[in-house]
């Protein structure tokens, strides 16, 4: 299975014959909400009427007009929840009426980095709301492989941090940190939070350094502390602001033999000397999204047995998809997650 073969990328997977409410970026900053027909599912594909889509930072790249889309206009959204309302005629263990949530980076299975399990650094990985359409819509079609069971009744804003969640949990597994050890994480966006909750349910002590005090707030009720200006090092550092400088000066207060793990994507050139990594031993993570399938499996475990107790504790506010434009604008400054109520 390639990326074209999946139904979800192709140029046209529109029935034209009914319509359904999605939210378009018609221009940088601008957002409306428009009918598009319903997409029609293939074989190997699940029809979806979503539930919510959670906000993150790649979408406001792309919604501020830092990334580019395709084309406009142009459907954002790639963490998303929703019910399954027809399955393709080649799809097994999926049926009408289940709770899913949507895996959004499709990749091929079939290249050498796919087949080494290394999934995330598939060259032909279709990445949903970036390079093939996204999930602000009534009802998506993804393909099956990509769509996970989960528990019915859980809450909407629990199933929304699933992807990001998932992102973290691989930074953390990525890092190699054991129970009892403690930690920096820069940032306390919703990255950062969700890092910081997967952190804590691992058993480690999680200090967080984020200059927003309502955010460092959702992190301290996450079980985290703020950074204390005493100059002690750290075993184990996670970059999630994108930030410019703030690796750097994370780096400052990592310790001897230590392990940085970056996630946030500052686009400027590091300020640091080799000779600073060598002499520290320092190790240099860079951890791009998840593999498939191992890390979504795992979160959603993670999620049916409720650890931690509910992801959503992340999530701040939630708006209707009318007033998309109003939670993209807020979102940049939020005091956690933002999401799109589409039930
Ligand atoms: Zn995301
Ligand atoms: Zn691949």
Same mark, same amino acid.
Do not use: K, Q, W
């Given at each position: 299975m390639t990326a074209s073969d999946h139904g979800a990328a192709n140029a046209s997977p529109w029935r034209a014959d009914v319509t359904v409410r999605a939210?378009?970026?018609?221009? %940088?900053? /601008?957002?409306?909400?428009?009918?598009? %027909?319903?997409?029609?599912?293939? %074989?190997?594909?699940?029809?979806?009427?979503?539930?919510g889509t959670g906000l993150c930072g790649s979408d406001l790249a792309v919604f501020r007009g830092e990334r580019r889309p395709p084309r406009l206009p142009w459907i954002l959204g790639h963490e998303g929840t929703g019910h399954v309302v027809e399955a393709g005629g080649e799809v097994s263990g999926l049926h009408s009426g289940q709770d899913v949530v949507i895996e959004p980076d499709y990749c091929c299975l079939t290249c050498d980095a796919c087949l080494a399990g290394? =999934?995330?650094a598939c060259g032909g990985r279709a990445a949903v709301g970036l390079t093939v359409p996204g999930l602000l819509s009534d009802y998506v079609v993804a393909p099956a492989a990509f769509v996970w069971p989960v528990a019915p009744r859980l809450a909407p804003e629990d199933l929304v941090c /699933?992807?990001?969640? =998932?992102?973290?949990?691989a930074a953390m597994r990525r890092s190699g940190i054991a129970p009892g050890r403690?930690?920096?994480?820069?940032?306390?966006g919703s990255q950062g939070l969700l890092l910081c909750q997967a952190l804590i349910a691992h058993g480690v002590t999680v200090f967080v350094q984020e200059p927003n005090e309502a955010r460092l707030g959702r992190a301290r009720s996450l079980g985290a502390t703020a950074l204390p200006p005493d100059g002690r090092e750290l075993p184990y550092l996670f970059e999630t602001s994108g930030a410019r400088g703030a690796l750097e000066q994370g780096l400052r207060r990592l310790a001897r033999h230590g392990t940085a793990v970056l996630i946030g994507m500052d686009t400027s050139p590091l300020d640091i000397s080799p000779r600073d990594l060598v002499a520290g031993q320092i190790t240099l993570v860079g951890s791009l999204i998840y593999d498939h399938p191992a890390d979504f499996a795992q979160t959603v475990r993670a999620l049916e047995a409720r650890t931690p107790a509910r992801l959503g504790a992340v999530v701040s506010d939630g708006y209707a998809l009318e007033d998309v434009q109003k /939670?993209? =604008?807020a979102a940049s400054t939020a005091a956690g997650k933002v999401w799109i109520d589409l039930s």
């Open positions: 939210a378009v970026l018609t221009e %940088p900053g /601008a957002l409306s909400v428009v009918s598009v %027909p319903e997409p029609s599912c293939g %074989p190997g594909d699940v029809l979806i009427r979503m539930r290394r =999934t995330s /699933a992807e990001p969640a =998932t992102v973290a949990r403690s930690c920096l994480v820069i940032g306390a /939670a993209f =604008t």
